[in-house]
């Protein structure tokens, strides 16, 4: 692991800064298009992150590069890269990023989404205020810009609703999670088990004894894609035989977090969703949709 960090200090003096390590993961087939979009949201914050963790997951395109290097001379705060000479995946990243942050608050971004304004301000002090471990807030979605759809997320707000949420799907949406260090260190962080890390972090965040919580307000702007390739990754056997795995081997049977009726209920009526024809599972997400 290769490690860089560069820090503006006459800059900072003048800007809000927040006691957050911001960790954002990138790799080669990510959009520098979309990634330039995701950093410039980070330049017109109202409260910027004090330090901003790009993860470099393997070798990256120039134009990516380029986007890196712009962003942190332009940044008023701290950046650091943490790079890896070779495509370690998701769940391996994340957990080098938290390593080298240097503040109590870690906060999650993905390369292609797009925060608030206001979205580290108002997490920060919820985090504090209620003083919870691990939070999330409410996302809009989008498909090439901002506003061109109209579908709103709408996850739940308080802990005992989140925590009753759980055993149905994630009451998080990832990118928008803000949690201690404390936490992540005393479940060891992320497994490496793509594309349920996330789902399967919640769970032993709570089993762990956890506190909940999602901000009110629209934090950031989820993007879908031209083609919702997004959702489209969310389908197929393959995702559908590692839920199970989720669901089965881990919920159930070494966490002895799901019952027998909970796999009955995914395997009966969540797992099938899975191999629905694409049209179908669309319908149905946006009838999710506010």
Not at 101 to 118: K, Q
Not at 192 to 197: A, G, L, N, S, V
């Amino acid at each position: 692991m290769e490690l860089n960090s560069t820090k503006d200090t006459h800059k900072s003096k003048s800007v809000n800064l927040l006691p957050v390590s911001v960790l954002l993961p990138i790799y080669k087939k990510d959009s520098p298009i979309f990634f330039h979009e995701a950093l410039n949201s980070l330049l017109t914050l109202i409260g910027f992150p004090s330090q901003v963790i790009i993860g470099i997951d393997g070798p990256l395109t120039i134009e990516l590069m380029y986007e890196i290097d712009l962003f942190s001379h332009s940044y008023p705060a701290e950046v650091t890269l943490v790079r890896h000479e070779t495509n370690r995946g998701l769940g391996y990243m994340i957990n080098s990023m938290a390593e080298v942050a240097s503040n109590e608050v870690l906060a999650r971004m993905d390369a292609d989404d797009i925060c608030r304004p206001d979205r580290f301000v108002k997490q920060y002090d919820f985090i504090r205020e209620e003083k919870l471990d691990l939070i999330g807030g409410q996302i809009s979605e989008f498909k090439v810009r901002v506003g061109d759809l109209t579908w709103k997320k709408k996850v739940p707000i308080h802990h005992d609703e989140i925590v009753k949420y759980l055993k149905m799907k994630s009451p998080f949406t990832h990118p928008t999670i803000m949690f201690t260090k404390e936490i992540f260190v005393r479940i060891n962080g992320l497994k490496r088990i793509p594309p349920i890390e996330d789902y399967d972090f919640f769970v032993r965040c709570h089993l762990n004894g956890a506190r909940f919580g999602n901000v009110k307000d629209t934090v950031l702007d989820f993007r879908l894609g031209p083609n919702f390739e997004t959702l489209k990754r969310r389908r197929g056997f393959d995702y559908l035989r590692r839920e199970f795995f989720m669901y089965y081997v881990l919920f159930f049977r070494k966490y002895r977090y799901y019952t027998v009726t909970d796999v009955l209920f995914a395997s009966l009526f969540k797992l099938p969703l899975r191999l629905l024809p694409f049209p179908v599972f669309l319908f149905i997400y946006k009838k999710t949709r506010k």
